[in-house]
């Protein structure tokens, strides 16, 4: 997605580490309108799949799959780092390690927002080593689900998130995908999409 | 806000402790038809106001803000618990102590994000005891910007969070305040409103 693209080029920054920021328009500050338009495209990208729910975990999946929801006409569900004590009942769980946080999360959706006769597509803002899309698909699965797709704003496509993923034939559509980014240079080079 | 009180009636469940489940459309599964509707309502309440952002604290608030700040035409800003590597440079902070998870947490903003030129609307799904909302009214001062007012989805009102920082001058709005809530017979008690 070209918009997306740019973006990522104009405001985004490349620090070491394989670190991509773009806090300023994607999961810090968030610019709605760039959203409509993602979620336009992933309406587009996805209009052949019979989805009625889209699933995201917290935090910064939540704001990006609200607004690619409207797109949709479904509900949003997250899935949550950890129990709260609002939380009773009887829930899936699935582990998550986070390379953000450097941590490994316990990751829950309630029984009661995921069943089989649900058709999910995952949202999330990021792509890289997939550890978040494989629990969010462990958590459907368990339901009994269907996951229909994976809609992710940018993939790092020098990390093996996405190909282990579209290696279990399963659909997934990034809206930008870097191939490779220099912290030196800043430079980023983008895989040619469809 | 009629529309939100009669959903919390249908499908939200009082519990003990003074807990008010609306897990199912507020804040794990959510209901983005009603975050629009919510979010035509803030704008009718704030449109007076010359707001250009609105902040909001992961994670829970992170939906509805994005929905509301569709009627504003504005950027969102999340305010973030703890620190993660992906934020670097400096940040404005301050803590706030969770009722739900019963710990403080370590709560920033890049200072890219605020400055002395922003009027911000508060947007969070709750507002009990307030602490959340003090918070972020701090990060704002921190950054010489202008708080314009609060809007909350539900309010309890039988906590003192609303009244204290009415109490301060700003201006609250809240779109369903629960005057009482009884776990025992489930029945709920809306404090009428203009």
């Known amino acids: 997605m070209k918009l997306l693209e740019e973006r990522i080029r104009k405001d985004g920054s490349v620090k070491a580490g394989g670190v991509l920021k773009v806090d300023s328009f994607l999961n810090h500050q968030i610019d709605v309108d760039l959203f409509n338009e993602m979620g ?21 999946g939540i704001g990006i799959a609200c607004i690619v929801a409207q797109h949709f006409g479904v509900p949003v569900v997250f899935a949550k780092k950890a129990k709260s004590i609002n939380l009773d009942g009887e829930v899936y769980s699935t ?11 316990d990751v829950i959706v309630s029984k009661k927002f995921l069943s ?14 997939g550890c978040a899309v494989d629990g969010l698909i462990d958590l459907i699965r368990s339901a009994g689900a269907t996951v229909e797709g994976v809609g992710i704003a940018i993939e790092k496509g020098f990390q093996e998130g996405g190909k282990r993923i579209r290696g279990k034939g399963l659909r997934v559509e990034s809206l930008a995908i870097i191939e490779q980014m220099d912290d030196v240079t800043g430079e980023i080079t983008f895989r040619e999409q469809a």
Chains 1, 2 share one sequence.
Not at 116 to 129: P, Q, Y
């Open 95 to 105: 582990k998550i390690e986070s390379f953000t946080h450097q941590r490994v999360y």
């Open 40 to 60: 336009k495209e992933f309406k587009r990208l996805f209009a052949d799949r019979p989805i009625n729910k889209i699933l995201t975990i917290e935090a910064s």
């Open 116 to 129: 089989a006769d649900d058709h999910v597509l995952i949202v999330d803002d990021f792509l890289a080593n």
